[in-house]
């Protein structure tokens, strides 16, 4: 149980695109989903903090508009990293906790490379 | 959420318990102390979490010393699929308290 996925696992794309990944807990509902950030080398710095049904919170630093945060159901959450740069390219890894819950349980990560 | 310290790298050899230490010394009461790992390039796995008592799941054990001032890891039986960097997090109670992760400790288990 307590499963999460994300989709995709790795994506390439172009300078000035947008990218949307998909964070799925596929066998519980979410009513919080989490999304993180991971350059090499380095640990995972929290990027945003998603609620089913309202506005995201973000980090200090992280910009609102250029990390477009849906949570449209107790199961899903999207990220759209807009106008992609090359200082974007990153781990990208979300997670979620059970309703009432307090665990976290984490996404696989996707891969963004942007050229 | 209060902070933690962990040694930035331990080795253990195969079929050997490894025990991981954290110290949390500003751990308020209500905190728990959670214990995540992260093989390369995966998704952090969550692995133990604990209030004040000793717990023990399939994974591992997890010791919190009385004053909850540090607590151990231990990986009874380590092998070469346990290598990972293990991360050891403070955190309320509540679904929306987030994790703040830190630098963790690099776990490499050789034969």
Same mark, same amino acid.
């Given at each position: 149980?307590?499963?999460?996925? $994300? ?10 695109t947008s990218v949307k990944i998909e964070c799925?807990? !596929? ?6 989903m989490?999304w993180?950030? $991971?350059?090499?080398? $380095?640990?995972?710095? !929290?990027m945003a903090?998603s609620?089913?049904?309202s506005k995201a919170t973000y980090? $200090? *630093?992280v910009e609102k508009d250029k990390f477009l945060i849906n949570h449209a159901? !107790?199961?899903l959450s999207t990220l759209t990293v807009t106008s992609a740069?090359?200082?974007d390219?990153?781990?990208y890894?979300c997670?979620? *906790?059970?309703?009432? *819950? ?10 963004l490379?942007? !050229? | ?10 080795? #253990? ?8 230490? #954290?110290?949390?010394? @500003? ?14 390039? %995966?998704?952090? %796995? ?36 346990? @290598?990972?960097?293990?991360? #050891? ?23």
């Amino acid at each position: 149980g307590a499963v999460v996925s $994300q989709h995709p696992s790795w994506v390439i794309c172009k300078s000035g695109t947008s990218v949307k990944i998909e964070c799925r807990s !596929l066998d519980f509902q979410a009513t919080t989903m989490f999304w993180y950030r $991971q350059f090499p080398k $380095q640990s995972l710095m !929290l990027m945003a903090t998603s609620n089913e049904g309202s506005k995201a919170t973000y980090e $200090q *630093g992280v910009e609102k508009d250029k990390f477009l945060i849906n949570h449209a159901s !107790l199961t899903l959450s999207t990220l759209t990293v807009t106008s992609a740069h090359p200082e974007d390219s990153s781990f990208y890894i979300c997670s979620a *906790g059970l309703a009432g *819950g307090d665990t976290q349980y984490f996404g696989p990560g996707t891969r963004l490379t942007v !050229l | 959420d209060a902070k933690t310290t962990q040694p930035p790298s331990m080795d #253990c050899a195969e079929g050997r318990a490894a025990n991981l230490p #954290c110290n949390h010394s @500003t751990i308020s009461g209500n905190e728990y102390v959670y214990w995540y790992r992260q093989i390369h390039s %995966q998704g952090p %796995q969550y692995i133990i979490h604990g209030l004040k008592n000793n717990e023990t799941n399939e994974m591992a054990s997890l010791i919190i010393t009385e004053d909850r001032k540090s607590s151990t890891l231990i990986l009874p039986h380590a092998t070469l699929r346990d @290598t990972a960097v293990y991360y #050891c997090i403070v955190r309320g109670t509540g679904g929306g308290n987030k994790l703040t992760f830190g630098t963790g400790t690099q776990l490499k288990v050789e034969l």
